[in-house]
């Protein structure tokens, strides 16, 4: 089943405004990770937050991760039309290392020139 | 880029014939994974692999099966396509992290119908 989730599931704005979005996810995680899928294409990593780090940064996008309240949001600044796409939480099973990445279903983002 | 080459790209095919999609890398990464996309559900893991020979289920592994013989390729086999198989079908790899699962590196998928 689906650990993490992606609020709002689609999102609307004009371009140099700022875009966050929100995942929640069930159970303890090692790292969470963000990705962006261009439409007909694969996904692309943006970053990876560690469970041990509160917030990280990596060029326009500002990753936060509350482990306390399950949850991490990504911020992306100044947006661009070309930021349009996709975007995906993902987080690992946790416990012992696991190497499997489950995905949220993912929030579609408009921006709009 | 990653290279990492999914055939085909695009497929259409009958209810109840046997389908294989390969996964070539050449990045020498250990493990590999194989996860459909569709519209609602996002992506959900297929099967993974964490070595040549050692694979492993994911959630939605029922109807397929996987073989890795060598580290750069992993073959997704639908032995008797349903039309419920009709997904966007994607590739990744990963070298793996120090802490959990590292960085995912995908294709660009398979479009498979199964009409």
């Known amino acids: 089943s689906q650990q993490g989730e992606e609020d709002p599931q689609a999102l609307s704005i004009q371009e140099g405004e700022n875009a966050t979005m929100n995942c929640s996810y069930k159970?303890?995680?090692?790292?969470l990770q963000w990705y962006r899928q261009n439409s007909g294409r694969g996904l692309v990593h943006l970053i990876l937050i560690r469970s041990n780090e509160r917030e990280k940064h990596s060029g326009r996008l500002r990753v936060t991760l509350d482990t306390s309240k399950k949850s991490s949001s990504l911020l992306i600044t100044a947006s661009r039309a070309a930021d349009t796409a996709s975007y995906f939480c993902?987080?690992?099973?946790?416990?012992?290392?696991?190497?499997?990445?489950?995905f949220g279903k993912g929030m579609k983002l408009t921006v709009n020139p | 880029d990653a290279g990492i080459t999914q055939s085909p790209r695009h497929k259409v095919t009958e209810t109840g014939t046997p389908v294989t999609l390969r996964c070539h890398q050449t990045e020498n990464h250990r493990y590999m994974y194989w996860y459909r996309q569709d519209p609602g559900h996002g992506l959900r893991l297929i099967h993974y692999s964490y070595g040549v020979k050692d694979t492993d289920k994911g959630e939605v592994s029922d109807g397929y099966s996987v073989s890795r013989s060598k580290t750069e390729d992993f073959l997704l086999t639908l032995e008797s396509a349903t039309s419920s198989q009709t997904s966007v079908y994607f590739c990744?790899?990963?070298?793996?992290?120090?802490?959990?699962?590292?960085?995912?590196?995908f294709g660009e998928g398979s479009r498979l119908t199964v009409l």
């Open positions: 159970t303890s995680i090692n790292n």
């Open positions: 990744a790899t990963t070298s793996g992290g120090a802490i959990g699962t590292g960085e995912l590196f």
């Open positions: 993902a987080t690992d099973a946790g416990r012992g290392g696991s190497e499997k990445l489950v």
